[in-house]
């Protein structure tokens, strides 16, 4: 059976990425800009990881759900896929980062980094590649995928294992004090994507305005409320489950597909490239308002874009004549 593919999803992703950026662009600048965008919004953009994770989950459901629970997957291929798919752009970058740094302590995260296990370190051991965080929570995930598989083997399991993982991440804020980059204060967001996944379609034939006018419902309840795990959560699935009913449109389309797929290179090499803009002082020649700051993100975003674009060309190219 072929694989239903979920175009607006390439939206999300796209959103994310690009919202990520805005929010890194805020934070590493002294821009004089105020307000509720600026102050408020903007900077709960760094939540959409929670987002990448939602979708992550999702989206190795459709491509391996029924393969495992099938016993028809080879782990040697899944795993060699992984490493191959992230390995070389991300292994690029650690290596930049360490013969900048040029210390003793940044030759040792690189080391955990190139082995893509660093998300079994305790939390905050990774300073190269900051925001590599994320791919070390990710690759834990696809480590645990087949136990993850047979939790939500059926949809009364799956729901006592959502169950667990909410009651695990308030004990992991309130007595572990650990946070997102812990894979069990995570798995809840993994598990509410497992469980979108069971419901798919179901959720296929809900009328899409509605679910666009229920996923604005709770985007502004999480500003009301807070970014508490739980509004984050609400956000996410919402989302997720809005592009699951939508085909076409601004979240459906050739542009969000392009940057879709450079979503993970975009957010991986974004600060990277901001680094160097801030050398050539980029970041300031407009001033210090919000034509500055849009001007920063777009270059940003550009410059990992076309970073992203042509690293994958020389690796693509470097792995024919390996193969040849």
Known sequence: ???????????????????????????????????????????SFTNFVYLFMVVSAFGMCCGYYQKVLNNQI??????????????????LLVLIDVVMSHSLGSLCEGFADLTLVFGFLPADSISVIGVGWFLGLVFVFYLIFPFFCVLIENKRRAWMAFGVSLIYNFVCICYFDVGRKNILYSACFFLAGGLIYLYRNQIARF?????LGAAWISIVLYYVIGGYSVMNLL????????????????????????FSGISMEIYLSHMFIFRVIEKLGIHT????????????????????????????????????????
């Not at 919402?238 to 597909?257: C, Q």
């Not at 993100?297 to 060309?313: D, L, P, R, T, W």
């Open 74 to 91: 080879s782990w040697s291929d899944f795993y060699g896929k992984r490493f191959k798919k992230i390995l070389p752009f991300f292994g």
């Open 285 to 324: 020649v407009l001033g210090n308002g919000w034509l500055q700051y849009i001007v920063t993100v777009v270059v940003v975003i550009a410059g990992a874009s076309v970073f992203a674009i042509v690293m994958q060309k020389i690796f693509n190219g470097i792995s024919k004549k390996l193969a040849a």
């Open 207 to 211: 009328n899409s305005w509605i679910m």
């Open 235 to 258: 956000v996410s699935a919402m989302l997720l489950m809005y592009a699951i009913t939508k085909t076409g449109g601004l979240l459906d389309n050739r542009v969000t597909k392009f």
């Open 1 to 43: 059976m072929k694989k239903k593919h979920y175009g607006a999803i390439d939206g999300l992703r796209m959103i994310a990425a690009f919202g990520i950026v805005m929010m890194h662009m805020s934070t590493n600048n002294n821009y004089e800009i105020e307000g509720f965008v600026y102050n408020r919004i903007i900077p």
